[in-house]
């Protein structure tokens, strides 16, 4: 049988964010066609693509990241979104990932990732409101906060427990965080 050979460190990086960039679009691009779950909240959504995000913090360093996110933005919004759309998704996309990594800096001791997530589920509704607010010119938009507070927070509860899984089962993101926690002198997860 041929054996072929390790692509190079730098190729691996840019095969791994590339597949993360994909999911990350197809699973925002399936959510879009799902009908609002929350009735009693419109236009609140789930923020499934965020795990991606999430993993991404843990397998990645900050610059990597954060370039996965904007071409996470751009495709989606490319691929099925307007400008207002991807205003909305930016805005909220950025507070939640500054929010998270601010949050992440406390240490495994201190957080969780299902806490990080939670945080960035939270913050995403405050900067999807904030710009809701400038559009609108009106400070009002900010009186949905508690409600989208507590669905945003739930649904970072869930997407925290789906990426802490995943990190832990995953022999592919497995090799990719460890090889960050050795890059970070940061351990996340005991094996």
């Known amino acids: 049988m041929l054996a072929l050979p390790m692509p190079s460190t730098r190729l691996r990086k840019l095969i791994f964010i590339s597949l993360l960039v994909a999911q990350g679009v197809i699973i925002g691009l399936i959510e879009n066609m799902i009908p609002y ?17 999430i993993i991404a913090l843990f397998t990645m360093p900050k610059k990597d990241s954060f370039t996965l996110i904007w071409i996470r933005l751009l495709l989606t919004t490319l691929l099925g979104g307007t400008l207002s759309t991807f205003l909305y998704s930016m805005s909220g996309a950025l507070l939640s990932y500054f929010g998270m990594l601010l949050v992440k800096q406390l240490g495994p001791k201190r957080v969780s990732i299902v806490g990080i997530s939670a945080v960035g589920g939270f913050m995403h509704n405050v900067g999807q409101l904030v710009t809701a607010s400038f559009i609108a010119q009106s400070w009002t938009v900010m009186l949905y906060l508690p ?40 351990t996340w997860f005991t094996e």
């Open 37 to 53: 779950p929350f009735g009693f909240a419109p236009g609140a959504k789930l923020g499934l693509a965020n795990l991606i995000t």
């Open 147 to 186: 409600i989208l507070s507590f669905l945003g927070i739930l649904s970072g509860i869930a997407i925290g427990i789906a990426a802490n899984y995943l990190l832990q089962r995953v022999e592919t993101l497995q090799a990719f965080r460890r090889e960050y926690e050795r890059q970070t002198n940061q």
